[in-house]
């Protein structure tokens, strides 16, 4: 059973910065691609970054120059570092994952997913 589990969440005035962490306990995250979601409450999750088995990165418009994925094979562990937050960067970031070695177009090819850390940005 895969688990994935997010953290790194909170609550940030605009303008600041969080970094989080999408970590697997029996499951290598080393050469697998891992995407990155969220979800503001009435609308559809969306993906926000992806980086590949061969460590291909994307993001989304929204978020390019703002957000950076990255991953720490010796830690087993796959971070999205977020700067210059809005407050409609405001949901629930989920992390997924799925087996093959470019990032999916669409989200519902992830295998897995964690449970999701709160990312409120607000004055």
């Known amino acids: 059973q895969v688990q994935l589990v997010e953290s790194g969440g909170g609550l940030v005035q605009p303008g600041g910065s969080l970094r989080l962490s999408c970590a697997a306990s029996t499951f290598s995250l080393t050469y697998v691609t891992i995407g990155w979601f969220r979800q503001a409450p009435g609308k559809e999750r969306e993906g926000v970054s992806c980086?590949?088995?061969?460590?291909?990165?994307t993001y989304a418009d929204s978020v390019k120059g703002r957000f950076t994925i990255s991953r720490d094979k010796a830690k087993n562990t796959v971070y999205l570092q977020m700067t210059s937050l809005k407050p409609e960067d405001t949901a629930v970031y989920y992390c997924?994952?799925?087996?093959?070695?470019?990032?999916?177009?669409?989200?519902?090819?992830?295998?897995?997913w964690g449970r999701g850390t709160q990312v409120t940005v607000s004055s």
């Open positions: 997924a994952t799925v087996q093959r070695y470019s990032c999916p177009k669409s989200r519902h090819e992830y295998t897995y």
């Open positions: 980086i590949s088995a061969a460590d291909g990165t």
